[in-house]
């Protein structure tokens, strides 16, 4: 039986910046390889296939996480870095890392003690420019181990925090990657089920690319895309925010699909499953948008995993969330897609 704590975290645990996501990707096709037939396309995406009756459901999640990309090493082994999808400067001083160079190199980013007649010493977030990752090591020593291009991720021991949350680094969108696999195993466990593909997809973090190749080639019927959104919290505006141990979000948008996701809401009521809806005026800032315009137009929803502290090294998750995600979209599919 499906450990989901252990999944959840063992995912959020990878590595997989954009554009290098095949540690991450090695770890889900163990997951989902009991059940489907497994490629990888020629951007990178990792493709799960299980032949069924009917329509062709898509299932999209992407499997980047955020960090940071070293530009060069400078004297005493200090790294000059650049962000490698939405880091947030903000919360990165004297943030502990680890550098992918010939072997993984435990760092520290760089931060002024907080006295006021020190230069550099200020309340206001240093801009990436000004930001260094101390290695510990000097100038020649970090150039054997290191070079300009190897990746950067955050460090953070991932938990069990009270009432079935987690914290990691990377459940954007290892939580999402989650629900799928995990609706997958649902909705497989029905002989009557339709054609689903998965779509772990790359670069999401740097503007979608893998989701607008990937669902290029697999030309669906429909897809429902999921990923994480914001979550209730001090100093976060409610009415834009899911809350944790409430359940999925889901999304209403022009990009996406209305009938689509009238039917999930209607799936969720009739199941008992707890929601709310997002509603959002434009597109949805999620791979979601890209799909739904793929070759001549794919019906796609969103679903969304309500999460706190996004693009930090301590995101926080309800399992909850992700369990009720999954029902839901396996409430969907098998259910035909025809909730009114």
Not at 236 to 263: Q, T
Request: overall charge negative.
């Amino acid at each position: 039986m499906l450990d989901l704590k252990r999944m959840v975290l063992d995912l959020a645990a990878a590595g997989g910046t954009p554009g290098n996501e095949g540690v991450v990707l090695k770890k889900i096709e163990e997951y989902i390889s009991p059940f489907c037939d497994t490629c990888t396309d020629r951007f990178g995406n990792l493709v799960g296939k299980a032949p069924g009756n009917g329509r062709t459901v898509l299932l999209e999640a992407h499997a980047d996480r955020i960090g940071l990309m070293v530009t060069s090493v400078e004297d005493g082994g200090f790294l000059r870095v650049v962000k490698c999808g939405g880091a947030d400067a903000r919360v990165l001083t004297a943030q502990g890392v680890t550098v992918w160079g010939r072997r993984p190199v435990c760092g520290v980013v760089t931060s002024v003690p907080p006295y006021p007649n020190w230069k550099g010493s200020s309340s206001k977030a240093p801009d990436f420019e000004e930001l260094l990752v101390d290695t510990g090591m000097s100038r020649s020593e970090a150039e054997k181990l290191i070079s300009p291009g190897d990746r950067i991720t955050f460090i953070s021991r991932g938990a069990e925090l009270l009432n079935g949350r987690v914290l990691s680094p990377a459940l954007d969108d290892r939580a999402g990657c989650a629900v799928i696999i995990l609706a997958a195993g649902m909705i497989l466990q029905r002989e009557d089920h339709p054609s689903l593909t998965l779509l772990f997809s790359g670069q999401e973090e740097t503007g979608g690319s893998g989701a607008v190749t990937g669902a290029f080639n697999i030309d669906a019927d429909e897809c429902i895309s999921v990923d994480v959104s914001f979550a209730a919290a001090p100093g976060v505006p409610a009415e834009k925010c899911g809350e944790l141990g409430k359940g999925p979000m889901i999304g209403f948008s022009p990009v996406l699909d209305y009938d689509m996701s009238s039917r999930l809401v209607a799936a969720a009521e009739r199941e008992g499953i707890p929601y709310r809806t997002e509603i959002m005026g434009a597109g949805t800032g999620t791979d979601a948008d890209h799909i739904a315009v793929s070759r001549g137009g794919v019906k796609t929803a969103l679903i969304s995993v309500p999460q706190r502290n996004m693009h930090t090294a301590v995101e926080i998750v309800s399992l909850d969330d992700i369990e009720n995600s999954a029902k839901l979209i396996a409430a969907y599919v098998n259910g035909g897609g025809d909730d009114a």
